[in-house]
């Protein structure tokens, strides 16, 4: 599997080599297969930490900082206690201590623990604080404003990050000698990851021993943090997540809060649940920061890419990690830089969201290019392909690039030959048009997973790996490959994830997930079953090599009448079972995906308003493990993409850095009615392994809806959401003399 | 819609009845000066004994009258299928059937619900027989982290049980009442048009 | 949300008597959607709420051929309502528009004509405005981008209530009782500018009930209500307009024309009625209409766009009140 | 460009072993970073893990740059060093 982003850099272990079955031998792999929570996730059974009740539990709740910018001066707990059913109150600054400050609203102050939740309310709002409220940054143009008041310790603004390709290239050259030339200045907005079920956690201690129902997308950090938080033994914590509602990169770790759940438990003597508010979940729990660029690109007479030159910002609020890398590397510019500054202002600080950086890159670089091909006069994705990256030494390209195979078929299922040339001449104020963008993604895995397979001797196997399914599917990945390893149906393997007493599997983060669990799991069972075999074989007086598992059945390879049913090999086991080990091998995963999209869109000039009509994918993901659940991630991923490129937009008000839209009413998230038709074509390549999916599907869809609107009005937006003030206003511009 | 019953169950007048001015209860036409000497019966602001009817089980609890009918019959009944999300009437991961309508949960007063029926996703299977509608989900993958789930099944099931037959359309705006972060709306609305989905069996 | 007392009352009688003078430490429940949000995000904080569910919830038909809605009326029955739907377009329209099902399901017609603004500065406890008493509007020099686009503060709210916008429209009356009875105002004159009641937004007093909406017969006039959104499934309009056009074949006789989501009442259109009186409906008559309109307008430093909208939701209520299809 | 950068998310022995981010818990130490260009970018979300926050005990902020030698409350435990 050696390509280009997943070179063989170490000699695989040794042991046998590894594969996965034929593919016409797979009962289960590649197929659609369902979700195996679903019933339990449909009928309400499904037990969430939010839905967690312990013996004795307190509520927990914070008292959150109003102000965006402020010094603690005092706090004062008790009158928290006063109120009937609290137990904990306990102040988390230390108002003559370094940490008195307040740099983004939400932050936490102090906390309480009660029998009920309404207690809990009350007796937040019971304690006394006093605060210095400082002048806060509100916005990237202030931060970067002369006369701004410096917030951060080392000025409001980073240093600068050169990048230059080739070293010393002279970019002012290559746009002078570009035959059209491009310059704007484009922008995308903050947004929220708003997971549904907010952070949080329920800590119980057991003396010095803790165990921790966490809603976490990686438990093995969750026990990480929280020993080191509390300064325990790692073995002393257990953190256990059986279902999550959602994290989209914001759920790497315990959190605050559910380090504070586990002090007020200690303080209350009992277990005290802490599960953050709709409003505390879109301060405190990260963000995609946006992104700013001024760009100057350039393309020769022939539609080649010359040059890109940009100057870049964005803030991911009180923490660095704003940046993005522009051109969005699908398209080969022949020189091209990038000058980026973070800026900080006092807003919660931005955490990985699904596919960091890239659907920001992605949006500006295929705006740019979309505008280069308007300027050659030439159709977007005929510039596009001349643009992509040559192929291999073989005339090959890569497995990780195939866009010049995707764009011609997506472009075939739009019907890209009907689409305008330039804007929608037709009458009535609803324009049609269509524009295009592609993706790419490296996922991969880490080689540190493990995972331990049991074989029962009454036929029952039980997988256990320390991974958690955060509604990607896990568990019914886990199940299946077990299950197609074992030759048995998926109900008699039992999938046991979420426990951070399982072995080793790394948070579920960078679409990597797959490619760490899928040969973990394989190999696991590969193991379990090879010993099964060893103990059968002699009975059918066979070498082991020669048996295989299959149709419910251990049977001989050539002979498939000679053998037994899985339960009558199992019960050689006597009472004792099989316990088999796996680790992560190279070869049965890889990393690396490619994508394409195209959005066909209706944009009614008379008010601004977009809808999308209808979306096309192609997408590869190499081997696909569940089908249903694979297309479920690109649906998923379009879908949130559109979110990004129309509605979602953390909202700061500009004179007190207070967001004004810290709910799901005015955070607008897309629902039922604005979803479009969506047609996927997931691209099968089996002999790749798998490789993890859950973040390309969401990086180009914005930038594919932006040219199609371009497309339907003649008018340019370059920057997100692409509200309707903003269509109107750059139609508005059109008509004054060009948005170009 | 029926009228409601004055006297709701539940309320234990002998403790909880407040008898707020002078006079008795009046009767006839609201006069100039009727309001006046008015009895006003209050309970609360402690708790209440009320009575719930879910899934067609009467649950006795005692609750703030500011408590919601979701946290009600969430943090009290520990019945958790529905889920608090926005808990500001915008995302419809509370949705319960109350009276063959669909409300949401966290924005109605769980005191308010005396005398009700009042259905939540687990009270849609029959044993370990799903309900059309879950297997519906379950079969179009209209779930994923499942967060939404109990909410949009229990839109779903509503939906179809006046309208068995919905075009694409109807369904969409029957389901506009909830939201899923994960994106699944493609397949809900796949798993609400399965004419499996309408079934036979009614609430 | 704070702790409250809570009432049942069976009648108008007992809610009037347990309402008192005071603003906002007794409030009448009724679907709970708006005044349940106020009160978990403590803008509200009533130390009793009064049941108003119980009121009256019928329509029924007056002797002279209109109307009459008790306030109780879910949004749901009055949409689906077949002599509303027939008689009132306007209304019927509006009310399918609202929220969501779920929404439409619980809330009423008297909640919905009665809802606090949807100004995200007045709903955040965290911003003293000046309609809770603070000292300064924040939407002036701040996020304004769904704020009010005529009516020059000082306090630059929309009206949230989308049934307002046809009820005027419609020439309705809205009946309200109180503890020194029952009285009639018109839908117009209910809704009051910031400069008359900057804590509230209409004439009612803290004590009275607004119990149901009388609306006249609708004779010969055409109505509609076209409202502009941006998010399908679930948003509040940005713009949108109620027109009630009284025809004499296929002349406008005369014409009133209501914009919502643009100004802190509901905004009647004079100059766009005139600009109807005598005309045919036609996508020329409709711009015309709707360019007088939005003539003087005032937008905020974010809103003009909404100037735009405003414009079309009235060419397209006209259009859509005269049978001509709009997009 | 997976979980972004190697080059912008290098932890190092010179600083605190309390330093976090995302490819810590989620990459492994045999597959390769990716690509070219997409290596530098910075789109990393660092934490403490003592805080669990972007904010360290000091209450200043967490970055690869500060959370080095010579901050009062960095750490550098050998055995954690990697």
């Not at chain 3, 609202?98 to 955040?124: D, H, K, S």
Request: net charge positive; with cysteine; aromatic share 6%.
């Amino acid at each position: 599997m050696a390509d280009e982003q997943n070179p063989p850099a170490a000699p695989p272990p040794s042991g046998p080599a590894r594969t996965w079955p034929p593919v016409a031998d797979r009962a289960l792999l590649g197929k659609p297969i369902r979700r195996i929570d679903g019933p339990d996730k449909s009928q309400g059974k499904a037990k969430y930490t939010y839905d967690i009740v312990r013996p004795g539990m307190l509520y927990g709740r914070l008292l959150s900082s109003p102000h965006p910018y402020a010094v603690v001066k005092s706090i004062d707990v008790t009158p928290a206690l006063k109120v009937p059913g609290v137990k904990a109150a306990i102040a988390l600054k230390d108002p003559a201590g370094p940490t008195a400050k307040i740099w983004y609203q939400g932050e936490e102050v102090a906390a309480v623990a009660a029998t009920t939740e309404e207690a809990a309310e009350d007796a937040v709002r019971a304690i006394k604080v006093e605060y210095e409220i400082l002048p806060a940054l509100a916005t990237v143009e202030q931060s970067m404003s002369a006369n701004a008041p410096v917030n951060f310790p080392k000025g409001n603004v980073s240093a600068e990050r050169l990048t230059l390709r080739p070293d010393k290239a002279d970019v002012e050259a290559a746009l002078k000698a570009s035959a059209h030339i491009v310059e704007g200045t484009y922008s995308t907005q903050v947004q929220t990851h708003t997971s549904l079920e907010t952070h949080g956690g329920i800590c119980e201690w057991n003396g010095e021993k803790l165990t921790a129902w966490v809603s976490t997308q990686a438990v093995h950090a969750t026990r990480d943090g929280l020993s080191r938080a509390l300064q325990m033994q790692q073995s002393d914590v257990h953190v256990i997540t059986d279902y999550m509602g959602g994290g989209f990169g914001s759920k790497l770790g315990p959190d605050v809060q559910v380090v504070i759940a586990a002090k007020l438990a200690k303080e209350a003597g009992a277990p005290v649940k802490l599960m953050l508010t709709r409003k505390e979940e879109h301060l405190i729990t990260g963000n995609r920061p946006s992104a700013y660029a001024k760009v100057k690109a350039g393309v020769d007479a022939q539609g080649k890419l010359t040059a890109f030159d940009a100057e870049t910002w964005g803030t991911g609020g009180a923490g660095q990690g704003a940046g993005f890398n522009i051109p969005y590397p699908v398209y080969a510019f022949g020189v091209l830089r990038q000058r980026h500054k973070d800026v900080f202002i006092n807003a919660g600080p931005q955490r990985a969201m699904r596919a960091p950086g890239h659907p920001q890159a992605c949006f500006i670089t295929e705006v740019v290019v979309d505008e280069l091909a308007d300027r050659l006069r030439m159709d977007p994705l005929e510039l596009r392909m001349r643009n992509l990256p040559p192929a291999g030494p073989d005339g090959q390209d890569l497995p990780t690039q195939q866009w010049r195979k995707y764009f011609p078929m997506a472009a075939d299922k739009i019907g890209w030959s009907r689409r305008h040339a330039t804007a929608d001449t037709g009458s009535g104020p609803i324009k049609r048009g269509m524009g295009c963008a592609a993706n790419r993604w490296a996922g991969g895995g880490s080689n540190r997973t493990r995972a331990a397979c049991e074989i029962l001797p009454d036929g029952g196997v039980v997988m256990r790996i320390g991974t958690q399914d955060i509604g990607t599917g896990t568990r019914t990945l886990v199940a299946m490959i077990t299950a197609e390893t074992m030759g048995l149906p998926l109900t008699a393997v039992k999938a046991a994830i979420g426990d951070s007493e399982y072995p080793w599997a790394p948070g579920s983060g960078g679409s990597t997930t797959v490619g760490s669990i899928s040969p973990t799991v394989r190999i696991a069972a590969e193991n379990a079953r090879d010993a099964l075999f060893a103990k059968v074989a002699p009975s059918l007086r066979v070498e082991p090599a020669a048996l295989v598992a299959k149709d419910g059945r251990v049977q001989v390879k050539d002979n498939p009448a000679k053998g037994m049913t899985w339960k009558e090999a199992c019960r050689l086991l006597g009472v004792q079972p099989i316990s088999a080990d796996g680790a992560w091998q190279q070869g049965l995963s890889s990393s690396g995906t490619s994508g394409v999209q195209f959005a066909d869109v209706e944009v009614d000039i008379e008010t601004g308003i977009t809808r999308v009509k209808r979306v096309v994918c192609v997408q590869d993901c190499g081997m696909i493990v569940d089908r249903i659940t694979a297309e479920s991630q690109v649906y998923g991923g379009i879908i949130m993409g559109i979110g990004f490129a129309l509605f979602e937009h953390r909202i700061l008000d500009r004179n007190t850095a207070k967001m004004v839209n810290p709910n799901m009413e005015f955070y607008l998230l897309p629902g039922m009615s604005d979803i479009p038709e969506i047609d996927i074509t997931l691209i099968d390549q089996p002999e790749r392994g798998p490789v993890g999916l859950g973040e390309p599907p969401t990086i180009s869809t914005a930038a594919a809806i932006a040219n199609a609107i371009a497309n339907a009005t003649g008018a340019r937006v370059r920057s997100l959401p692409l509200t309707p003030a903003a269509v109107l206003a750059a139609l508005h511009e059109e008509r004054s003399g060009g948005t170009r | 819609m029926a009228p409601r019953k004055k006297d709701q169950p539940g309320f234990s007048r002998r403790t909880f009845l407040k008898t707020v001015g002078a006079g008795g209860v009046a009767a006839g036409v609201l006069g100039p000066k009727a309001a006046e000497g008015q009895a006003v019966k209050a309970v609360g602001p402690g708790a209440v004994p009320i009575q719930l009817n879910i899934n067609g089980k009467v649950h006795r609890l005692e609750v703030e009258p500011r408590v919601t009918l979701l946290d009600a019959v969430r943090n009290r009944l520990n019945i958790t299928g529905v889920k608090r999300v926005c808990d500001r009437g915008a995302c419809g991961a509370c949705t319960m059937i109350v009276d063959g309508e669909t409300v949401y949960a966290c924005s109605t007063l769980a005191i308010e619900m005396q005398g009700k029926m009042i259905r939540t996703v687990e009270g849609l299977a029959e044993g370990t027989v799903l309900h059309p509608v879950q297997q519906a989900f379950c079969e179009h993958d209209g779930l994923m982290c499942g967060f939404c789930t109990p909410g949009f099944v229990t839109a779903t099931v509503a939906l179809l049980e006046k309208n068995s037959k919905p075009t694409k359309e109807q369904a969409r705006r029957a389901l506009d009442g909830n939201i899923c972060r994960c994106g699944t709306y493609a397949r809900v609305l796949e798993a609400a048009l399965d004419p499996k989905a309408s079934g036979v069996r009614r609430g | 949300m704070k702790a409250f007392a809570y009432v049942n009352a069976a009648n108008e009688k007992e809610a009037i008597a347990a309402l008192g003078p005071e603003r906002g430490r007794m409030l009448p429940l009724a679907g709970g959607m708006d005044l349940l949000a106020l009160m978990k995000d403590y803008v509200a904080q009533p130390e009793r709420l009064v049941n108003v569910k119980n009121l009256d919830r019928t329509v029924a038909k007056t002797p002279d051929g209109g109307l009459r809605i008790g306030a109780a009326v879910t949004l749901a029955a009055l949409a689906q309502h077949a002599d509303v739907r027939r008689l009132y377009p306007a209304l019927a329209e509006a009310a399918a528009e609202v929220g969501t099902p779920q929404i439409r399901n619980v809330g009423t017609l008297g909640g919905n004509l009665n809802q606090r603004p949807r100004c995200w500065y007045f709903r955040n406890e965290e911003f003293p405005c000046l309609k809770k008493g603070g000292a300064r509007c924040f939407a002036v020099d701040g996020e304004n981008q769904f704020h009010a686009i005529f009516g020059d503060g000082p306090c630059h709210i929309v009206h949230p209530s989308s049934l307002a916008v046809p009820a005027i429209a419609l020439g309705a009356r809205f009946r309200i009782v109180g503890p020194a009875g029952e009285r009639e105002v018109t839908a117009a004159d209910y809704y009051v500018m910031p400069d008359r009641n900057l804590y509230g937004e209409t004439v009612l007093a803290p004590n009275e009930l607004l119990t149901h909406v009388i609306l006249p017969a609708p004779g010969t006039a055409k109505s509609a209500t076209y409202e502009v959104r941006f998010k399908q499934s679930h948003d509040w309009p940005l713009a949108m307009a109620s027109v009630a056009l009284v025809m004499n074949g296929q002349t406008i006789t005369s014409a009133r024309v209501v914009m919502g989501a643009v100004a802190p009442v509901p905004w009647r259109a004079e100059g766009a009625e005139a600009a109807l009186a005598g005309k045919r409906i036609s996508e020329a008559t409709a711009t015309a209409a709707a360019d007088a309109a939005v003539k003087g307008a005032k937008p905020m430093t974010q809103n003009g766009y909404k100037v735009q909208i405003a414009h079309t939701a009235v060419k397209r209520a006209i259009l859509k009140a005269g049978g001509i299809a709009v997009v | 460009m997976t979980h972004p950068t190697l080059a912008s998310r290098h932890v190092t022995p010179m600083h605190c072993s309390h330093l976090r981010h995302k490819g810590m818990y989620v990459t492994g130490d045999v597959t390769s970073e990716p690509n070219g260009f997409a290596d530098d970018i910075d789109a990393t979300s660092f934490w403490c893990v003592c805080t669990q926050k972007a904010f360290g005990p000091d209450g200043l902020p967490v970055t690869l740059e500060d959370c080095a030698t010579g901050r009062s409350c960095c750490n550098h435990d050998a055995a954690e060093a990697t």
